[in-house]
């Protein structure tokens, strides 16, 4: 499919496609899930903030609960834009600041130790992040690198050894599965099912964390790229200011955008080279649409199909020795 390839091949018709998710919502409700209702974890993002909007659209509001997880290392503005899309819906909402359990299970120390292995001077009132090197311009390999900031407000960036990086990763997974196990619990005490807000690009490159933020029992817009995803906000009416807002992980003290840490191109730019890829098109065809060179884009062609294969993992299911037949 290269005649014709542009960003228009992600334009939507924002009715059609509505109408579809959200009647495949209540259909896969009421056959499979057999739930009353849903709840959704908000995050002041786009793709929580659509995932409630199709939701309440295909159910009704009286059958949506918002789910508000922050914690210390939440930006500011997290709960302000999560309150701010659930009044918009109508849709009430519970909130479950997970600071005090991720305290519990040594979170905030077990990081902390994990930075002091690279920067040893790190402690109270410096935050961190982890970004990666731009894979468009790497031959080989990503590379990873911890930015830490001080109480000063002065930055600093060093290469991420292998093993502090997963330390790093590690403790921060607690936070993801903490806040799905909340969900779970306020959907089993309201009879209610679990909605996953992962859009194609996260879903398709493994963006997720295992039995974290990768569980869920209906994934309503995991089809979607993540521009299209922007797209259906605005048909839906959410906030302008979770529209405009780019999109953030929201996981690490210093803020940290996703095409910093796992995306090799912000989304608008990593969505055509996904499409692209799924669909034959040669780096050559799809690098002047891309504003980038054909090697970049085969590159990028090269980490997609590397996090497809090394995240293939995350969704399976539990590996038996052998099948376990039924009678």
């Known amino acids: ?41 908000l995050s002041g993002g786009i793709d929580s903030s659509v995932t409630a909007a199709l939701s309440v659209r295909a159910l009704g509001r009286e059958r949506v609960i918002g789910l508000e997880m922050p914690e210390r290392h939440s930006a500011r503005e997290t709960l302000a834009l999560s309150g701010k899309v659930a009044r918009a819906l109508g849709i009430p909402t519970l909130v479950e600041d997970i600071s005090g359990i991720l305290q519990s299970v040594g979170f905030y120390e077990k990081y902390d130790n994990a930075v002091r292995m690279v920067v040893p001077e790190y402690g109270d009132g410096w935050t961190s992040k982890i970004v990666i090197s731009a894979v468009a311009n790497q031959p080989r390999f990503t590379s990873f690198y911890l930015v830490t900031q001080n109480s000063q407000k002065v930055q600093s960036t060093v290469r991420l050894p292998l093993q502090p990086y997963l330390e790093i990763v590690a403790a921060t ?28 690009l996260e ?30 906000a605005e048909f839906l009416g959410i906030p302008e200011e979770i529209r405009s807002r780019k999109p953030t992980t929201d996981t690490y003290s210093l803020a940290q955008g996703q095409d910093e840490f796992y995306f090799s191109l912000p989304y608008q730019m990593m969505d ?39 995240t293939r993992y995350l969704h399976l299911p539990p590996l038996l020795i052998e099948d376990v037949e039924w009678e």
């Open 272 to 310: 055509l080279c996904l499409y692209a890829r799924n669909h034959g098109v040669p780096a050559e065809s799809a690098a002047p649409v891309l504003g980038l060179e054909p090697q970049q884009v085969l590159m990028v062609y090269r980490d997609i199909d590397t996090k497809r294969k090394t």
């Open 173 to 200: 997974n607690f936070k993801q599965r903490i806040r799905k196990m909340l969900e779970y619990y306020h959907a089993d005490r309201l009879n209610y099912a679990v909605a996953g807000t992962p859009n194609r």
């Open 1 to 41: 499919m290269t005649k014709g390839f542009s960003p228009e091949v992600l334009r939507l018709d924002h009715q059609q496609e509505a109408d579809r998710i959200c009647t495949r919502i209540r259909g896969l409700m009421r056959n499979q899930v057999k739930r009353g209702g849903v709840v959704v974890a």
């Open 203 to 232: 879903y398709d490159q493994g963006f997720f964390v295992k039995l974290g933020d990768g569980a869920a029992d209906i994934k309503p817009i995991a089809h979607l790229y993540k521009s299209q995803v922007y797209q259906l």
